[in-house]
């Protein structure tokens, strides 16, 4: 006799949802919760696959089978059929962050499942959910829709997790989960239409192996070529350690100078160090160490471990030299790394803000090792520093930024040769935000490029426009953040502007700051871009002087006219007679290598007599006026000035 249907294809499915297996096996090194959920959904289609070319016979060889047992298998078919459907949906859930709506899944597949299992199981009693006839003949019962309904609400909510989740994932990756949808659709159509074709495992199978290349391959999480775990397979540990509900510790390794290896060996180079210092970490601390970034690693160890004997391992894997290969030539090269421990008590806490709480750590000048006792604190600041991060992002887009202009007063001359534009940022939500906290967080995500530009542009028409030269500004001192300054045709660039403006490259005086993370860069990159900029009339000053990091070498080095005392030097001068002397002498020294000097924050009449009684140059400060707007720069300068 002729079998009533086609078991081919479950064949096929029985016979990849081995190799699949096989594969899984083989490759198999990361173990959580998701990918439990995962293996389970391969041999849930497997054995389902199997009971269906089963019941292909007993159904066209009713004669040799009871009916008991017929009965059996497809209800056996049927329950496996839709518990794959709940584990999807649990499978999708597990990569949802919010506990509440989780438990909501949880709660709603358990229903799901015993209600299914009850009319599934019933069914040779009830004939629910199917029957056979007479002539063994089988036949949907009045129940089967429930079913339909049942694994079809599982597949929307999934759908919908997948949706507002969506940016966990690449694209591959969406794609590959909606396919299990589609996968169903199609075949749930065809077996309808013809249903002869058991397709549906096949199809199941096809799309397992679709999500295996794109969410569970273990490659994805692997660092690079190296067998350390990456950023993903660290969020993933994060999840289940607080699912456990497991205090923990984690330690944060970061190279010292990153910057400077990119720098001197190029990005590839670097990056061949970065998987040498994976590897080792790997060898040591084994499946606890990730690589996260190619400059930021992590080990994971539990809450009692002794972290002095800990932190002698870490020492010890980096007491030898690593080795890498350029082109021809071996390099060895030493590595010194900064190391945090991160106590986690709160396990309300996602992998991707520890990762961010690593990623924002900071060693205070020099030091190399970090308890952090206050992560709230620092995750505060991380969510404030986001919210920054959007309003700067609308506001460049919305041209939201306001210049203001502090005036320069010459002493020699009586007037105000000058002024720094200084940034202003009103937000329609957070009000004012001061500089002082939003170019920071310019600096840290690259917006400080466009927003430089753009104050560059402002003060170029406002020089342009206002007629200040007239009133007597000779230039306009322009902030500019080392950051800016990585990029090597800046030069280039900030010439054209002003030039594209008609005005005099003379008008414009760039103010720069040296701090400790751009420090291997100054000698070279922004001595070059300082001269070829000199070479074309634009001047230079540097600002903060005696603030932090600006050494000897930046005065002799640099072609910079002016150099800028800070403001804490003189407020400090004020209280202090050491302080005093300091301020003296640093004028004195200034002088004597043919600088000349500004000093910020004048704020009274008495530290305008000393500085001037120092042979200060020029002043700026609250005593003669606040930043102020364009209209009230303009008029600042036509009743001093003019007066003058
Ligand atoms: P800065 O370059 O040191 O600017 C001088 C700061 O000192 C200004 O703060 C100014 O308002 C303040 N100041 C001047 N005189 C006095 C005084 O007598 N008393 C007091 N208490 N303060 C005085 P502001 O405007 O808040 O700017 C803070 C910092 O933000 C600036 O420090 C600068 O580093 C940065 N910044 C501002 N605008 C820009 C910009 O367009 N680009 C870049 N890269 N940084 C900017
Ligand atoms: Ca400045
Ligand atoms: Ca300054």
């Not at 998701?34 to 959904?41: D, E, Y």
């Not at 009916?67 to 999708?92: C, D, K």
């Not at 010194?336 to 060693?363: M, R, S, W, Y």
């Not at 120092?614 to 303009?634: H, N, R, T, V």
């Amino acid at each position: 006799m002729e079998l009533l249907y086609y078991p081919q294809y479950c064949e096929a499915a029985v016979l990849s949802s081995v190799i699949l297996l096989i594969i899984y096996y083989l490759r198999q090194n990361y173990n959580t919760v998701k990918n439990k959920l995962f293996l389970s959904m391969i041999v849930i289609n497997l054995v389902a696959s199997i009971v269906n070319i089963c019941s292909v016979y007993t159904i066209t060889y009713t004669d040799r089978f009871s009916l008991r047992f017929n009965y059996f298998i497809n209800e056996l078919y049927l329950i496996l059929y839709n518990v794959l459907a709940i584990i999807f949906l649990l499978y999708i859930v597990s990569f949802f962050k919010i506990k509440f709506y989780q438990n909501c899944v949880y709660y709603f597949a358990v229903c799901i499942f015993i209600f299914e299992a009850i009319i599934i199981f019933t069914t040779h009693i009830t004939h629910f959910v199917f029957y056979f006839d007479s002539r063994s003949n089988y036949f949907q019962g009045p129940g089967m829709w429930l079913l339909y309904v049942c694994a079809f609400s599982c597949v929307i909510i999934a759908n919908v997790i997948v949706i507002k989740v969506r940016k966990t994932f690449n694209k591959y990756q969406v794609l590959s989960l909606t396919g299990f949808t589609i996968g169903l659709l199609v075949s749930i159509i065809v077996q309808l239409f013809i249903p002869k074709y058991l397709i549906t495992n096949f199809t199941l199978s096809m799309v397992l192996f679709f999500l295996y290349s794109s969410l569970e391959n273990p490659v994805y999480y692997l660092f690079n070529t190296t067998q350390c775990f990456n950023q993903q397979a660290f969020v993933q540990t994060i999840r289940s350690n607080s699912e456990k509900g497991k205090f923990y510790k984690v330690v944060a390794i970061k190279p010292m100078d990153y910057a400077y290896f990119e720098y001197t060996m190029g990005q590839r180079n670097s990056e061949m160090l970065s998987n040498k210092i994976a590897e080792r970490l790997n060898m040591s601390f084994k499946r606890d160490a990730y690589a996260l970034t190619k400059s930021e690693f992590a080990v994971i160890i539990p809450d009692d471990t002794n972290t002095n004997e800990f932190l002698t391992r870490v020492d010890e894997c980096f007491s030898e030299k690593f080795v890498i290969q350029i082109d021809d030539k071996v390099i060895e090269q030493e590595v010194e790394v900064q190391v945090a421990i991160i106590p986690v008590i709160n396990l309300e806490i996602d992998g991707l803000e520890l990762e961010e709480v690593i990623h924002n750590l900071t060693f205070e000048n020099g030091k190399r090792l970090l308890v952090l006792e206050d992560m709230e604190a620092v995750i505060e600041k991380i969510h404030r520093s986001n919210r920054i991060t959007q309003v700067l992002e609308r506001a460049i887009k919305e041209d939201g930024f306001q210049i203001y202009y502090q005036p320069i007063y010459d002493a020699e001359a009586d007037t105000f040769h000058g002024a720094e534009a200084l940034l202003r940022l009103i937000d329609n939500d957070l009000g004012f935000i001061g500089p002082d906290e939003f170019i920071p967080v310019a600096e840290k995500n690259g917006q400080i490029i466009e927003i430089g530009d753009m104050v560059l542009r402002k003060v170029c028409e406002f020089i342009k426009e206002s007629g200040c030269l007239e009133l007597g500004i000779e230039y306009i001192d322009v902030n500019l953040s080392p950051i800016q300054c990585r990029y090597e045709k800046l030069a280039e660039k900030y010439l054209s502007i002003i030039r594209s403006y008609g005005i005099d490259t003379k008008c414009v005086n760039l103010e720069i700051t040296e701090t400790a993370e751009t420090e291997f860069l100054t000698v070279r990159i922004l001595k070059n871009i300082m001269e070829s900029m000199v070479q074309h009339g634009v001047g230079f000053s540097i600002d903060d002087y005696g603030s932090g990091f600006a050494t000897i070498d930046y005065l002799l080095e640099f072609p910079a006219e002016i150099v800028k005392i800070d403001k804490s030097i003189l407020w400090q001068a004020m209280e202090r007679e050491d302080a005093m002397i300091v301020l003296e002498y640093t004028i004195k020294l200034l002088k004597a290598i043919g600088k000349k000097i500004v000093v910020e924050g004048v704020e009274n009449e008495e530290m305008k007599k000393i500085l001037l009684d120092f042979g200060c140059d020029y002043l700026q400060g609250y005593l003669y006026s606040k930043p102020i707007p364009e209209a009230d720069f303009i008029a600042f300068l036509e009743k001093e000035n003019v007066r003058a």
